[in-house]
């Protein structure tokens, strides 16, 4: 049994089919199924359950799993120590960001490390924030770009990038749209648009309305905050998104959120584990480019950075 056998068995674990983990690792699928099976005989026993449409893991696969993840953590602390002992920075890391990410000292601070530190790989993985935050629990994604409302989650160490309120967007024919400000009770009775469950701005939005006893129907959903702009410029409904997604949308009218002390929060997120020398390389990046530095999480918008998902 190699190492190589356990990544690709999580590959397949994690993304559920060979295909899919295939296209992950950049191998064959014939080769990583040929991989799948050298493992089962070499165990005496079958891992994945493929008479489905979706793969699944057996009994013992999930035992496989779990022992897996212990092995190849083991093996790339072994290797962080190693290169911190004679100070390298090399190795691979997995990078998170949300869906539709428009945050561009995120995307600054990627490739100053990448220009910094070559020898490192980096793999970005799109994803919501609920996803995300599971992900880096998990271990297998290293560091994420998440949103949140009120606070990124505390089993996380986290660096709050931006904390903006909420806002509305209407189109100038709405019934709304000669206010300055609209308070949740008004806002509910007209049709929402907003980003859909599992991003930081329908949680905000969820937030926001339990704390007055409120349940918000929204009407339509879309990934991206252009989206959901472009839907309420066609008179579709009242977009409800962070204060700086508005501001870019001149056809529309943009309202203040009043009565709800929840805000849109982005933080970048990783586990309270000691970080590897690589990791620790790229938040030196991060913190460099939000200009959070030296200091307690940021409480206002970086510069060119916005709330998304």
Same mark, same amino acid.
């Given at each position: 049994?190699?190492?190589?056998?356990?990544?690709?068995?999580?590959?397949?674990? &994690?993304?559920?089919?060979? *295909?899919?983990?295939?296209?992950?690792?950049?191998?064959?699928?014939?080769?990583?199924?040929?991989?799948?099976?050298?493992?089962?005989?070499?165990?005496?026993?079958?891992?994945?359950?493929?008479?489905?449409?979706?793969?699944?893991?057996?009994?013992?696969?999930?035992?496989?799993?779990?022992?897996?993840?212990?092995?190849?953590?083991?093996?790339?602390?072994?290797?962080?120590?190693?290169?911190?002992?004679?100070?390298?920075?090399?190795?691979?890391?997995?990078?998170?960001?949300?869906?539709?990410?428009?945050?561009?000292?995120?995307?600054?601070?990627?490739?100053?490390?990448?220009?910094?530190?070559?020898?490192?790989?980096?793999?970005?993985?799109?994803?919501?924030? &609920?996803?995300?935050?599971?992900?880096?629990?998990?271990?297998?994604? &290293?560091? @994420?770009?998440?949103?949140?409302?009120?606070?990124?989650?505390?089993?996380?160490?986290?660096?709050?990038?931006?904390?903006?309120?909420?806002?509305?967007?209407?189109?100038?024919?709405?019934?709304?749209?000669?206010?300055?400000?609209?308070?949740?009770?008004?806002?509910?009775?007209?049709?929402?648009?907003?980003?859909?469950?599992? *991003?930081?701005?329908?949680?905000?939005?969820? @937030?926001?309305?339990?704390?007055?006893?409120?349940?918000?129907?929204?009407?339509?959903?879309?990934?991206?905050?252009?989206?959901?702009?472009?839907?309420?410029?066609?008179?579709?409904?009242?977009?409800?998104?962070?204060?700086?997604?508005?501001?870019?949308?001149?056809?529309?009218?943009?309202?203040?959120?009043?009565?709800?002390?929840?805000?849109?929060?982005?933080?970048?997120? *990783?586990? /309270?584990?000691?970080?590897?020398?690589?990791?620790?390389?790229?938040?030196?990046?991060?913190? /460099?480019?939000?200009?959070?530095?030296?200091?307690?999480?940021?409480?206002?918008?970086?510069?060119?950075?916005?709330?998304?998902?």
């Amino acid at each position: 049994m190699e190492l190589r056998h356990l990544r690709y068995f999580l590959a397949v674990a &994690d993304e559920g089919g060979f *295909t899919r983990a295939a296209a992950r690792l950049h191998v064959s699928q014939p080769g990583i199924s040929a991989q799948i099976a050298q493992l089962e005989r070499e165990l005496g026993t079958v891992l994945f359950d493929r008479s489905g449409r979706a793969v699944r893991l057996t009994e013992a696969g999930e035992v496989v799993r779990r022992h897996a993840r212990q092995v190849l953590a083991a093996e790339r602390g072994l290797r962080e120590a190693v290169d911190e002992l004679h100070a390298l920075v090399r190795g691979s890391l997995v990078v998170g960001m949300i869906m539709a990410c428009t945050v561009e000292p995120f995307f600054a601070a990627l490739a100053a490390f990448h220009r910094a530190h070559p020898g490192v790989a980096l793999r970005l993985a799109e994803d919501d924030s &609920d996803r995300l935050a599971a992900h880096v629990r998990e271990g297998t994604v &290293d560091l @994420a770009l998440i949103g949140a409302a009120h606070r990124a989650p505390e089993d996380l160490a986290a660096r709050e990038v931006v904390n903006e309120p909420l806002a509305v967007a209407v189109p100038p024919g709405h019934p709304l749209a000669a206010r300055d400000s609209v308070t949740l009770d008004a806002l509910l009775a007209h049709p929402l648009l907003c980003l859909p469950h599992g *991003t930081g701005i329908r949680a905000s939005l969820e @937030a926001a309305c339990a704390e007055r006893g409120l349940v918000p129907a929204v009407a339509m959903e879309a990934n991206a905050p252009g989206a959901v702009l472009h839907l309420a410029a066609r008179g579709l409904g009242a977009a409800v998104l962070s204060a700086s997604m508005v501001e870019g949308a001149p056809e529309l009218r943009a309202l203040r959120l009043e009565g709800t002390s929840v805000r849109g929060v982005l933080a970048l997120v *990783t586990r /309270k584990a000691p970080p590897s020398p690589a990791l620790a390389a790229l938040l030196a990046h991060c913190e /460099k480019a939000f200009g959070t530095a030296g200091g307690p999480p940021h409480p206002r918008r970086a510069p060119g950075a916005r709330v998304s998902p």
